[in-house]
């Protein structure tokens, strides 16, 4: 999804490849199509596109996928509301 993103670099999600076993849930609820299954495992194909929102650790059977919902978008943008833009942000 190309119409709503955050800044890059700063999304806390992650995935165990080796953990996964290919359901497709994380597919299904991601509303930012951030991942794709291919022969049975899921990857990251747009980790920017994260918008932290929890669904896909949630879902995921197996417990492959991280994230801190909220902490790298939403503290960064909260920093720049409090310090200004172009300030010296403390982000993940
Ligand atoms: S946290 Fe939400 S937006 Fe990010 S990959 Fe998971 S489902 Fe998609
Ligand atoms: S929900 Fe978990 S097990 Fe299922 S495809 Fe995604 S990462 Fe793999």
């Given at each position: 999804m190309?119409?709503?993103?955050?800044?890059?670099?700063?999304s806390t999600l992650r995935l165990k490849e080796d953990l996964c076993i290919?359901?497709?849930?994380c597919v299904e609820?991601?509303?930012h199509q951030v991942f794709s299954v291919n022969e049975s495992k899921a990857t990251?194909?747009?980790l920017d596109g994260?918008?932290?929102c929890g669904a896909c650790a949630l879902n995921c059977p197996v417990a492959a996928i991280t994230v801190s919902p909220g902490?790298?978008?939403a503290s960064?943008?909260?920093q720049t509301w409090i310090k200004g833009k172009g300030a010296v942000?403390?982000?993940c």
């Open positions: 190309n119409d709503f993103r955050y800044l890059p670099g700063v290919g359901c497709g849930a609820v991601c509303p990251i194909v747009d994260c918008m932290e902490v790298g978008c960064y943008i909260i942000i403390e982000c």
